[in-house]
């Protein structure tokens, strides 16, 4: 099992656990044979969960956990005395070494908490931000943080553009990719303290490919590969992102079903159609990595169906097998030296 890509995925976690989950988990093994699954929960609920399925049993792992950690509950004080939790007993595996990587549908607050202190930061990094792609006009954006660090400092910034550049290049495979910081016009005078201060920053940052400033209107078209922003900000760009994809879909339903010409034109143009959404679809591209920790862990929807799951548990093969945490500690190490010595 040594050259198994093994990950641990939070099977009481999320708004349909444990039953898409196990089904994403199922799906996942048939999807890749290099991938062993270890489902963190009760265990009665997940063998009879499992009863549905016909799945390679030698790639697929129960480990039990009594406790759940509930998406209401204090994040900080649920880490600490839900021990024997699904998420806890999750991130622990992947701080020992047993598994690759984690992921969950769970508590985004526990998530992020646990990772930082379970898991922990790697050398360099002040933060570990939420790394979601999200889909453009062009393909898809990194959005870097969107849920992690709301009062963050420039210097937080800068490290969130460098992490999200390694990322964009050897996982994503961009050559150089462009990054682009949030704000309110594309002047470089314009936004608040902390836009001007982190802008300068960015401008002076080796080993980055800085466009300037980038307004939200811009970020749908494409401009920019990396959208570098804090968390507050990155939150509400992505949460107006899933509300809009949701009308738009809701509203040309309605249109192409509103008389008996638009359905004699839905079925023509449906094939067409499909394909477009598709590429529109968040969920195809699987969960949003918490960079900067010594090890992989990815924070999926609350609504996640088992194909969202799927998908983010084969991203995991990628990440795994690019080394992303060491290559950001190396990265990283290297800048602190060379600011030390200047």
Known sequence: MSDMIKVVLDAMGGDYAPVEPVKGAVEALEANDRIFVYLTGQEAVLKKELE???????????????????????????????KDSSLVKGLKMVREGKADAFVSCGSTGAVLVGGQVIVRKVPGVERAPLAPLIPTEKGFSLLIDCGANVDARSSHLVQFAIMGTIYMKHVIGIKNPTVGLVNIGAEEEKGNALSKETFQLLKQTEGINFIGNVEARDIPAGKADIIVTE??????????YEGLAGTLVKKIKQGL?????????ALLIKPALKKTMKSFDASEYGGAPLLGLRGLVIKSHGSSDAREIKNSILQCVKFTEQDLPGMIS??????KKEKTEE
């Open 52 to 82: 549905k399925y016909t799945y390679p049993k030698d790639r697929l792992e129960i480990v039990d956990a009594s406790e759940i950690i509930e998406t209401g509950e204090p994040p900080a004080k649920a880490i600490q005395t839900k």
């Open 231 to 240: 968390a507050f900000t990155g939150n509400v760009i992505l949460k107006l």
């Open 330 to 335: 190396a990265n990283l190490s290297t800048k």
């Open 257 to 265: 079903m509103s008389t008996l010409r638009s359905k004699i034109g």
